[in-house]
T-cell receptor, first 114, second 116 residues
C-alpha cells in the first residue's frame, strides 16, 4: 500500500545533540512537508519541498534543517540550536502544490528531551 | 495574517447525539477549506474539503460541513456520534496566496469525546 513512513516513532535527544527524523513516501508525490504539533496549537510548518533538490523555510524553520536528495525522502534534522524541540513531528506529502491539494500524513515521531 | 479559529478546544457528546465542531476563518477571499481528523498517536487524514463546487460538502464516516461565506464559517457536523469518532479534529484553509506554493493554515484543533 502506498503511504508515508516516519521513523522512529519515539526519539529522545540529549542536550547539544542533533537528531534526524526520517520520512519516506512511495506515493510518487512531488511536494513534501514537515510540521510540528504542540498541544493546543495546531500544526506549524517547519520546511517544505516542492521538488527534488529544492526546499523552502516555513514559519518555524529556526533550529531545523532538511534535505531533499531523492523524491521519496525528506529527512528533518533537529539541531542543538532548537532549544525547545519536544513536540510531535509530522511529515506530509501532496501530489502537487496547488492550494486545494489533499495532504497525506505519516504517523508521526514524538521527540522528547532527556 | 490569515487565521483559523475553532471554538471549543474540547467537545463532549453522548453516543448517538449530534456532533457540531465549529470553524471560522479570517479572509475576504473565498479559500479552500478542509477538515482533517487525527486519531491518537497517528497522523492526520482528510475528512472532507470544500473547493467551491457546492456549499454542503459530504465526507467520510458520515461527516459533512457547510460553507457559509457571509459567516466565514465551515462547521463540521455528524447527525449521530459513534464511539469511534473520538479524535482530534482540525480545520484548515488555503488559497489566500496566489503564489507557487499556497500554505495550508491549520486551526488549533478540537478534541471530541464520545460518552457511552
Amino acid at each position: 500500500d502506498g503511504g508515508i513512513t516516519q521513523s522512529p516513532k519515539y526519539l529522545f535527544r540529549k542536550e547539544g545533540q542533533n537528531v534526524t527524523l526520517s520520512c519516506e513516501q512511495n506515493l510518487n508525490h512531488d511536494a513534501m512537508y514537515w510540521y510540528r504539533q504542540d498541544p493546543g496549537q495546531g500544526l506549524r510548518l517547519i520546511y517544505y519541498s516542492q521538488i527534488v533538490n529544492d526546499f523552502q523555510k516555513g514559519d518555524i524553520a529556526e533550529g531545523y534543517s532538511v534535505s531533499r536528495e531523492k523524491k521519496e525522502s525528506f529527512p528533518l534534522t533537529v539541531t542543538s540550536a532548537q532549544k525547545n524541540p519536544t513536540a510531535f513531528y509530522l511529515c506530509a506529502s501532496s501530489r502537487g502544490q496547488g492550494a486545494n491539494e489533499k495532504l497525506f500524513f505519516g504517523s508521526g515521531t514524538q521527540l522528547s528531551v532527556l | 495574517a490569515q487565521s483559523v479559529t475553532q471554538l471549543g478546544s474540547h467537545v463532549s457528546v453522548s453516543e448517538g447525539a449530534l456532533v457540531l465542531l465549529r470553524c471560522n476563518y479570517s479572509s475576504s477571499v473565498p479559500p479552500y477549506l478542509f477538515w482533517y481528523v487525527q486519531y491518537p498517536n497517528q497522523g492526520l487524514q482528510l475528512l472532507l474539503k470544500y473547493t467551491s463546487a457546492a456549499t454542503l460538502v459530504k465526507g467520510i464516516n458520515g461527516f459533512e460541513a457547510e460553507f457559509k461565506k457571509s459567516e466565514t464559517s465551515f462547521h463540521l457536523t455528524k447527525p449521530s456520534a459513534h464511539m469511534s469518532d473520538a479524535a482530534e479534529y482540525f480545520c484548515a484553509v488555503s488559497g489566500f496566496l496566489k503564489t507557487s506554493y499556497d500554505k495550508v493554515i491549520f486551526g488549533p484543533g478540537t478534541s471530541l469525546s464520545v460518552i457511552p
